[in-house]
């Protein structure tokens, strides 16, 4: 085997990681754009959509795909568009902290929704830790009240991130991951487009400063559509339960970056870090038992 053969398998850990890591500063990106959250979502979809439509053109790939296809990829691009409201509607009223850490619940909606969606067998396992995390987002409610809203919001975000996850599960059998991933853009961008035109027109006419605009192009370029291309690359040579286990450290990376840069504002109390050591617990925890099942 070649010395380049060897480098490989650590070259594809390293990108990896660099995506898991850009993956956890999305959250501090919502902190300081100063964009109310479906503006930001609106631009992101937008930025994303003409990334990937380049990406795809420059690679040569085909657009079409079958009329019934492309209509429930534009209606899950909505709901990946009501998910990034919610979890940045989150970070506006309460901090990076608190939506990363509820977001993380997103396994325990999976363990509900993927039987009655997809009619497979329950996994006890995975029941038992959607109830810790359960018990885990308890904790933080009991002891950071005040962050309610930000709470819920984060919640809702995680259930749709279940829900659309569950859905692109079946869509990645058929159709290439790079053209859902623009269609899905584009599904999101004309549904809050026409969200805004009816209830809130106004909003079309909050331009983002120039500060923001550069986090926009930083937030729609390379966290969303580039990362996207170069977590699909890497899938290439590295196993799922790899895969799997580093994206585990988003959370941990976004709110070591928001302590870092927010200080104070991402302090939180002893409650709140032990339920979200349980909850991160719960995320490791399945990791384990899959790869258990891969094993034997």
């Known amino acids: 085997m070649s010395e380049k053969q060897n480098f490989t398998p650590y070259r594809n850990h390293i990108y990896l990681h660099i995506i898991v890591f850009v993956w956890g500063f999305t959250g501090i990106l919502g902190k300081l754009i100063t964009l109310p959250a479906i503006s930001l979502v ?3 979809m937008l930025i ?11 690679r040569r790939s085909r657009f079409s795909i079958p009329p019934r296809s492309l209509f429930y990829l ?24 608190i939506a990363l850490t509820c977001i993380a619940s997103t396994s325990f909606f999976t363990a509900l929704l993927q039987p009655l969606l997809l009619r497979t067998r329950v996994l006890f396992y995975e029941v038992m830790l959607g109830l810790i995390v359960v018990g885990g987002i308890y904790l933080i409610f009991q002891f950071e009240g005040q962050f309610l809203a930000g709470i819920i919001y984060s919640l809702a975000a995680a259930f749709l991130a279940a829900l659309f996850t569950i859905i692109n599960s079946l869509f990645i059998k058929k159709i290439d991951p790079v053209a859902i991933s623009f269609y899905e853009m584009l599904g999101g961008f004309i549904g ?3 969200y805004l035109t009816i209830f809130s027109p106004h909003l079309f006419l909050l331009f983002p400063s120039g500060v923001d605009f550069c986090w926009l192009l930083v937030l729609g370029l390379l966290c969303t559509a580039l990362a996207f291309v170069v977590s699909i690359s890497v899938m290439k040579e590295l196993s799922p339960y790899t895969v799997t286990i580093s994206v585990n450290m988003e959370p941990i990376y976004a709110i070591l970056l928001a302590l870092c840069l927010f200080g104070d504002e991402e302090k939180m109390t002893f409650g709140f870090y032990l339920g979200a050591l349980v909850i991160l617990f719960t995320i490791f925890a399945n990791a384990y038992f899959k790869k258990r099942q891969t094993v034997y």
């Open 48 to 58: 994303a959509f003409l990334g990937l439509g380049a990406f795809i053109l420059w």
């Open 74 to 97: 534009i209606i899950t691009g909505i709901l990946i568009a009501a998910h990034w409201i919610f979890f940045f509607a989150s970070i506006k009223v309460s901090n990076v902290s």
């Open 42 to 44: 609106w631009y992101r």
């Open 192 to 194: 809050i487009s026409l």
